[in-house]
């Protein structure tokens, strides 16, 4: 098994990469998160998770060991598939992914595509007791969880994307954590 790829990026997308080593390009499927880590670099070593298929033989990359681990766990889940689980990991970075699979946060996680509430629900009964927060990222977060929710919500609702909304919330909960939802929402518009 391959436990990481070291080399010169020959060619690089923000689907997939193609590291070169001894002569050998090898084609390597990524999330977004490490296309940002990746441009502008000349050479990277990439964690890799092997997919032995019958019909199809595929390396996916990882820019860290944890985004690695996050995305076995994720396809340990019935019916998430590398690729859904590839999209996951594109759709938020890590510790936002850890922060809704640990606070149950099914409405978040089914905002990926190919994912519906059942699929949501499954990944975080399956994965909630697995998944290890960093403590800095639940701290400010989980304090105010209700109100980051509803302010989220406003700000989805306001016509703002969840994403960029999420971090907003968990920036100013993070500088600010003891505030009120329409303060969550005040700031978060000057930011956004």
Do not use: C, W
């Not at 070169?20 to 940002?36: A, V």
């Not at 639940?138 to 969880?145: E, G, H, L």
């Not at 700000?155 to 703002?160: D, E, K």
């Not at 969840?162 to 600010?176: M, R």
């Amino acid at each position: 098994m391959i436990d990481y790829i070291k080399g010169e990026i020959a060619e690089l997308t923000p689907a997939s990469v193609t590291i070169e080593t001894s002569g050998i390009g090898y084609f390597i499927n990524i999330s977004l998160n490490t296309y940002s880590a990746l441009e502008h670099k000349k050479s990277e070593k990439l964690f890799i998770y092997e997919s032995i298929r019958e019909d199809a033989h595929q390396l996916f990359g990882f820019i860290n060991k944890q985004e690695r681990d996050l995305f076995i766990l994720l396809i340990s889940v019935s019916g998430i598939g590398a690729s859904t689980a590839r999209m996951i990991l594109s759709s938020m970075t890590i510790t936002e992914l850890e922060l809704v699979i640990s606070s149950g946060n099914a409405d978040m996680l089914k905002t990926v595509k190919g994912i519906g509430l059942k699929t949501a629900q499954r990944v975080i009964v399956d994965l909630k007791d697995k998944i290890k927060v960093t403590g800095d990222a639940i701290s400010n977060v989980s304090i105010n969880s209700e109100a980051a929710n509803e302010a989220i919500a406003a700000l989805v609702m306001l016509g703002f994307a969840q994403v960029p909304s999420q971090k907003a919330v968990a920036k100013i909960l993070k500088d600010k954590p003891d505030s009120t939802i329409e303060q969550i929402i005040k700031t978060a518009l000057k930011i956004l």
